[in-house]
Structures are given as structure tokens and as C-alpha cells.
């Protein structure tokens, strides 16, 4: 059984930092590709990193580039999200996935087989 457990979330001000865990149980975990997305009260579900199985490969949402950071612990079977200069309009719930590795890392949510339940991350203005 495959089991993805994100911690970190918390209420914060804008311009503060937190950071993000997500463990991985029940695959080999450097088979993978992870992200994290998020979702917002009332909106869509979106992508805002991800990074390969070795993690030589990053990518990022727009929104968070350069505030951001995906790494990874394959040691720990741990994928982290280093969170910066918060925004309120980072407020969302922030949840981990898995995507088996074929190669390219993606963002598209349809790619991503295995999913945590989410931690919420609140930023006050």
C-alpha cells in the first residue's frame, strides 16, 4: 500500500518562511518523479513543483519561482518544499504526489499517480 504523509503546514505572515515534508511508504521511492501542487478555496487544483528521482531536474509554477524550493532526501524517502517569502495568496492546502519516472518531469496532475492527503498553509496579510 502506497502512502504519501505530508507535514510542515502551519499559519504564518506574509514574508515568512515555512517548509514542507512529504514521506513516501510502500514504493521504491527513487522510482519516482514527485510535486507538490496546491489548491485554493474555490479554485482548481494546480502545480507548483516538482523535481526528478535523483533530483537533477526542477521545475516550478511561475507563481512561485524563486521563493520556492523542491528537494529531495532519497536517503529518507522525503521530498520537501522550501516555502519563502509567503504571499496570502499562497494560502491553500499543499499536497505531494508521485509520478513513476519516464523520464521528463511534468506538471500536469493526470501524470501523478500516488497523492497525499494535504497539509493547509495559511499566510496572513
Known amino acids: 500500500q502506497v502512502q504519501l504523509v505530508e507535514s510542515g503546514g502551519g499559519l504564518v505572515q506574509a514574508g515568512d518562511s515555512l517548509r514542507l515534508s512529504c514521506v513516501i511508504s510502500?514504493?521504491?521511492?527513487?522510482?519516482?518523479?514527485m510535486g507538490w501542487f496546491r489548491q485554493a478555496p474555490g479554485k482548481e487544483r494546480e502545480f507548483v513543483a516538482a523535481?526528478?528521482?535523483?533530483?537533477?531536474?526542477?521545475t516550478y509554477a511561475d507563481s512561485v519561482k524563486g521563493r520556492f524550493t523542491i528537494s529531495r532526501d532519497n536517503a529518507k524517502n522525503t521530498v520537501y518544499l522550501q516555502m519563502n517569502s509567503l504571499k496570502p495568496e499562497d494560502t491553500a492546502v499543499y499536497c505531494c504526489?508521485?509520478?513513476?519516472?519516464?523520464?521528463?518531469?511534468?506538471?500536469?496532475?493526470?501524470?501523478?499517480?500516488?497523492w497525499g492527503q494535504g497539509t493547509q498553509v495559511t499566510v496572513s496579510s
Open positions: 504526489a508521485a509520478d513513476r519516472w519516464v523520464g521528463q518531469v511534468v506538471a500536469s496532475i493526470t501524470a501523478y499517480d500516488y
Open positions: 510502500g514504493r521504491t521511492f527513487s522510482d519516482y518523479a
Open positions: 523535481i526528478s528521482p535523483i533530483g537533477l531536474t526542477t
